[in-house]
């Protein structure tokens, strides 16, 4: 009988040892993230995407069946308050700077996914309190009132 309890209580202690072990590394990877995300520069979401066509001028060179037309003319596109809204980029700075802020959105969307995945464990791994509050103690009063005759 003796033996059966001591058991009983190791594994129960040996499993709440690696539950708080577990809990800690989940916390240190949680407090990792947040770092990460504190460290990222500025971001903004869409993708850069390239543009040709021909122009209106009637007696421009793109309108030869030859010519390719004007471009490739790169462009941001991204979507703000449920429009899609396209910005120009003419200038390599542009274009390298847009390229940076992409992949930061990236870098953040990619941490924050993790971050809720590392949330989603602790919440799980974590030990529901036995204790009750005042008020869930209490036990609901009956009520005092009659109902209506019919």
């Given amino acids: 009988m003796l033996v059966a309890l001591y058991r009983a209580y190791s594994i129960r202690s040996v ?10 590394a989940l916390e240190e990877r949680r407090s990792a993230l947040l770092s990460q995300i504190q460290q990222l520069g500025e971001f903004r979401p869409g993708s850069i995407s390239a543009t040709s066509g021909r122009c209106g001028n009637p007696g421009c060179r793109c309108r030869r069946p030859d010519h390719p037309g004007h471009g490739p003319n790169l462009r941001l596109t991204f979507r703000r308050n449920g ?31 993790q971050y809720v995945e590392v949330n989603t464990q602790l919440c799980q791994a974590r030990p ?23």
């Fill in 15 to 24: 499993m709440e040892v690696s539950m708080t072990a577990s809990l800690k």
């Fill in 128 to 150: 529901v309190e036995e204790t009750l509050t005042s008020q869930e103690k209490k036990r609901p009063k009956r009520s005092n009132k009659k109902s209506p005759k019919k």
């Fill in 83 to 113: 429009k899609t809204v396209t910005i120009a980029l003419p200038s390599e700075a542009d274009r390298r700077k847009a390229r940076r802020e992409i992949e930061e959105f990236r870098r953040w969307q990619q941490l924050s996914r």
